[in-house]
């Protein structure tokens, strides 16, 4: 016999429960948050960008439009409309919503995950924290034990921050702090048009970090006329 099926999320066990027209239960089918290795039943989406909101943007993917949460930082990039987006995601599942966070970097999820981790921080802090730093910034804070630079997250106390380091230290390691962000800079460094690759590179001769100078040019508005020396004095002014 064929059941016209209706599915049924029952939050209070974390399992899709298919139930027929009578309102019998009929099968139990797989459990909707993270199993049992620690794996997203949502790897990625790839769509248009199609609407951008407040902490969100909206992906088309054949018709169908995702609301994924992302983080000040992403924000701050994804902003032109109709491009394509690969985000890859986190499904987080509570008694009231099922949301999606989004980050176009693996490394930044990575980093989301383990802050996620650690007690008393949920999806909303961790955005606000990968808001005011970059995944290598946060690791190399942690590792060095510097809560009062952490605090400075929103919605991020000294207290917390301490617990933070406590509970991901063991967690990370500088060597490999070290080497991602070396790659992390080398990537962006060499996606940049020739005029932004010079003025991080004059920006960096000035005595600012790597860091600091692909992140204040990477913010400057893109120009048709815009040379080295007009993005390097729209870099410059973000910096002062």
Known sequence: MRWDIICIYQMRHGKKTETNRSGKNHVTVWNIKQNNRGENMIAYIKGELVETLPGSVILDVHGIGYRIYISGRESEQLTKMGSQVKLHTYFHVKEDAMQLYGFQHKDDLEVFSLLLGVSGIGPKAALGILTAFSADDLRFAVLSEDAKTIAKAPGIGVKTAKKMILELKDKLDLEDAFEKKLLHE?????????????????????????????????????GDDMDTEAILKAALKRMI
């Open 186 to 222: 080398q990537e962006a460094e060499e996606t940049l048009p020739d005029a932004r690759g010079e003025a991080v590179e004059a920006l960096t001769a000035l005595g600012y970090s790597p860091a600091d100078a692909l992140r204040a040019v990477q913010k400057v508005e893109p």
